[in-house]
């Protein structure tokens, strides 16, 4: 399993930006997709997720009402939009993916089993 996330740069307070992981190697379509992001010093942390195929979605309280995740299972892309952001978004972004399918949206990073190289993000104020 591969995953490829792309799209991270740098964005001025309140501005938007969306992220993509496109993944390859097994049926997209029954996994669910997570993102995670990562601040230097800090643990990483669980920003929103997606389930498989049906697509319903969880996020972190404090991106609620501002980023937005869905996927493509066509493409085997799933996208994080993220809108209003702030300086504290800034962040590498992590795309990810567990080892069994069809199961629940977990916030846990111990839950998933294959990682994006990550994108950065940083907001300016």
């Known amino acids: 399993v591969q995953l490829q996330a792309s799209g991270g740069g740098l964005v001025q307070a309140g501005g938007s930006l969306r992220l993509s992981c496109a993944a390859s190697?097994?049926?997209?379509?029954?996994?669910?997709m997570g993102w995670f992001r990562q601040v230097p010093g800090k643990e990483r942390e669980f920003v929103a997720g997606?389930?498989?195929?049906?697509?319903?979605?969880y996020y972190t309280d404090s991106v609620k009402g501002r980023f937005t995740v869905s996927r493509d299972n066509a493409k085997n892309t799933v996208y994080l939009q993220m809108n209003s952001l702030k300086p504290e978004d800034t962040a590498v972004y992590y795309c990810a993916t567990p080892r069994m399918a069809l199961g629940p949206i977990r916030v846990g990073v111990n839950e998933y089993h294959y990682w994006g190289q990550g994108t950065e993000l940083t907001v300016s104020s």
């Open positions: 997606i389930a498989w195929i049906h697509g319903s979605t």
């Open positions: 190697g097994r049926t997209f379509s029954n996994y669910v």
